[in-house]
């Protein structure tokens, strides 16, 4: 996705929601209420394998780089076909074929995966499964236009996912639950080239906002995880995500807290990404908040190995998957 975007215009707007949802019948999300929180919090929340979902995030990456319109992007969609349809009630795969920003037609593959298809009360869980063609942001310009194995940006939000998946297979929750796992997010504009970037990101979730798998498809909210593998991730409270579900955010990083994840989940504004959720929010208009590692010390201000060829499973650490694991676990399953 691009670069943090801090954008006055979208503060003003941002204020502007924000005093409307002050006032009132707010939006859906109203209803999870700090006391409903609070009682829920007793209901037991199956344990969350961290050697697992690293597993799933290896996996991914032993495919090798998955490009779209390439044999390893072709075959990492068929496993995550196959390991999602040994988990959920029902899966949909969803075949299109978008335009690149550079002209170039990707055959894209959404995958859905419904638990408890019955249930009213849903749970959006989304992240992309695809990865970059082009390590741009790679310090040896000789790089700039090889894939990356996107072990962090693309895997990690998968896998955890996969695992999360796994769980609800093992032990329904109140809720059902919709995961999402989204194609070619990270087609978008290659850093040198020339001209506008807007709307190059987040294909596939473009893609499925304006077509979801079920026509009358709703989720009372939604989660996007991205980048959520790199030791001692930081996790700011995204601009768009507070813009469009500020309570969401509020109560994710509520239930971080109780369990300890401060030092992850920081009380701190991020600038604004152009991610998937942007457009489920903007399109679909499902309240959907990212959790994605922003780090204002680095020159991009992602996760350092981002969009290089260093984004490989070494840099992957099974505490911070937990860390986001156990989080959004707790977070689906203490639904009241
Ligand atoms: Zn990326």
Redesign the pocket.
Known sequence: ?RIPLVNPLVILLFLIIWLFSCGGSGPRQHSLSDKAAQTSQSVSVPEFNADSAFQFVARQVEFGPRVPNTEAHQQCGIWLTETMQRFADTVYVQQARVRAYNGTILNIRNIIGVFQPERRNRILLCAHWDS?PYADWDPDPANHYRPIDGAN?GASGVGVLLEIARLLHKEPAQWGVDILLLDAE?YGKHHAASGMDEDSWALGAQYWSNNPHRIDYNANFGILLDMVGASHATFKKEGYSMMYAPNIVRNVWNKAQQLGFGNYFINQEGGFITDDHYYINKIRNIPTINIIHLDSSTRHGFFPQW?TIDDTIDYIDPQTLSVVGRTVSAVIYQQP
């Open positions: 996705m970059r940006d990270d969009h």
